[in-house]
């Protein structure tokens, strides 16, 4: 079997795997907890089929040889839409996960928000911008998706270093994203990092890369195969450190009752060192008395 076959193939079961994935997705109804792992799915499975076509209308010049332009702008808008879309995604996911505990979900959706706006500065500061026109498209594309990879990466460190304090079972579906996401993006990592080291492994990481993104997708549908467990209410004793966390954050940000303290006035606090120093007095002149 040529490698050209094998990818084919590859391809094929990618598709079929995705739109498996699809199906189990609406059919559990998770569409209504998490939309926008929806609307990816759903991007995904109505812009693969296109991208199929216009890719295999360059060979046979179909379109008046317009395939390679429509592939192109389709294909990094798909990318554009998939980034920002995953970034919403992540917000779903931190905020299932924190369900809860409401005032940590408050405060650590704001941090969530200024990590994503610092991980966007940090990789745009790091482009080159060395292409102009059009060819600058996959720059901008490449930026967004570097900076949510991060974020997907810290996201799955940060559920399992704390699956134990926030009673988040390792079946649940939001750990399930979290993992499959975290997959993509370290295959994501590591492929551009080989590639740039050695160019000659670009054909054949490509069914390494491939096959951690049936992985991936496979674990998605594991997870919406088999049933969740349900998250019972999380009971914890008072002086536990999470519970102090959790009402800190939900104190953060309310301004409360304002009580108006008064300082006494200067008179007021000679009158009361002169009651002190005579009652002490009263107090000596009694122990002589006694004493006599």
Known sequence: MSSQTAMTLMSVAEFGLWASLGLLFWTRKLHHRFPAMGLYLALRLASMPALVFLFYGQTQHWLNNHCFVLYFFLYWAVYIA?????????????????AAFSGLMKFGLVVFRWAAFASLLVSF??????????LLIPDIA???MRSVSILQLCLLGFLCLSMNALRLPARDTAFGIALGFGLMSANDFVQSLLISIHSSLTAPWQFVYESLILAAVGTWITYCALPEPVRKPVVMPANSTIYRWNEIASALGHTGTQVAVQQPAS??????????????????????????
């Open 125 to 134: 500061s790091t482009l080159s911008f060395s292409h102009h026109g059009i």
């Open 82 to 98: 998939s980034a920002a879309i995953l970034f919403f995604v992540c917000m779903e996911v931190f905020r299932s996960a924190l």
């Open 267 to 292: 008179g007021f606090f000679l009158t009361d060192v002169e009651s002190v120093v005579e009652r002490v007095l009263a107090r000596n002149l009694k122990d002589r008395e006694s004493e006599s």
């Open 142 to 144: 490449f930026g967004l």
